[in-house]
DNA sequence: GCTAATTTTGCAAGTCATTCGCATTCCTGC
DNA sequence: GCAGGAATGCGAATGACTTGCAAAATTAGC
């Protein structure tokens, strides 16, 4: 593990939510060449230490977004406030049943899933009714 | 509703999957630029005519696909198989029970919601191990 | 510890989807 | 037919991401 893959592992670890590439970048524990996060990002992804996700935004456009795997190769989905821009962390994912359910029913073979929510959280939905 | 938005929304009626900007391009009954695509695009997504959502496949990179939405203003949720590249119809979405239990628990509201699956066919599973 | 081989990094240029500015064209109402 | 606003085409720009290549770092062998 070279110091660019450890800094960019350790930086996911302790964010609570799911990072851009630019969000990494701007980091201050992140003193790598941009080539080099998008490189290690890849590595870790492949060796399983983290999960992404593409998420269009209109403030902030298409991005990936990375986060670290838990312990048990879980993962969790997430809400997206189109507001404030913070994600909501909604639990581990719960469709492996239903993922099954549709692999016998069609034939594939599910390989990854997507999934997110996008709106505007409790918070910015007070701020915004009581300063507009 | 002018020439190109036409073409579009009727191009995107009769196909049978999501199709993406430059799979639009190439079709026969699409012939304006590219921009106009895009323009028209957005166009009719805000209308609530097209659905569309963010796909990134390592064939064909990170892409937005549409799709007509239904009468109903209903919208199907979709698998995509890495091989074929072709996609397939999951049905209507069943989800607005666990959008509504998600918005209860956490107080945001949820103003969009992206799901789908990425994997194998049935089809591309026999061809590779037979092949292979 | 020292050198050769392998891997990783930085830099700069390139790619690709998407957007934008602007001049031209189309459409609608008069 | 004509004026005015909307839509389109064209070409350049943007922004996320990738790639080629040489320098730096890590590893392996002695």
Same mark, same amino acid.
Do not use: P
């Given at each position: 593990m070279t110091k660019a893959r450890r800094s960019l592992l350790?930086?996911?670890?302790?964010?609570?939510?799911p990072l851009s590439v630019s969000a990494l970048l701007q980091h201050p524990d992140v003193s790598c060449n941009q080539a080099t996060v998008y490189r290690s990002l890849h590595y870790l992804?492949?060796? =399983?230490y983290l999960d992404s996700f593409v998420l269009h935004c209109t403030?902030? =456009?298409?991005?990936?977004?990375?986060?670290? %795997?838990?312990?048990?190769?879980?993962?969790?989905?997430?809400f997206h406030?189109?507001?404030c821009?913070?994600?909501i962390d909604l639990g581990a994912c719960l469709?492996?049943?239903d993922l099954k359910r549709w692999e016998q029913q069609y034939g594939f073979?599910?390989?990854?899933?997507? &999934? &997110?929510?996008?709106?505007?959280?409790? %918070?910015?939905?007070e701020s915004t009714s009581s300063t507009d």
């Open positions: 350790h930086v996911l670890e302790q964010a609570s939510e992804e492949q060796r =399983g403030d902030h =456009g298409t991005e990936r977004y990375y986060s670290c %795997t838990k312990e048990q190769a879980e993962h969790s989905h997430w406030c189109t507001a821009h913070r994600f469709m492996k049943e073979t599910v390989s990854d899933h997507t &999934f &997110f929510l996008t709106g505007v959280c409790a %918070t910015c939905k």
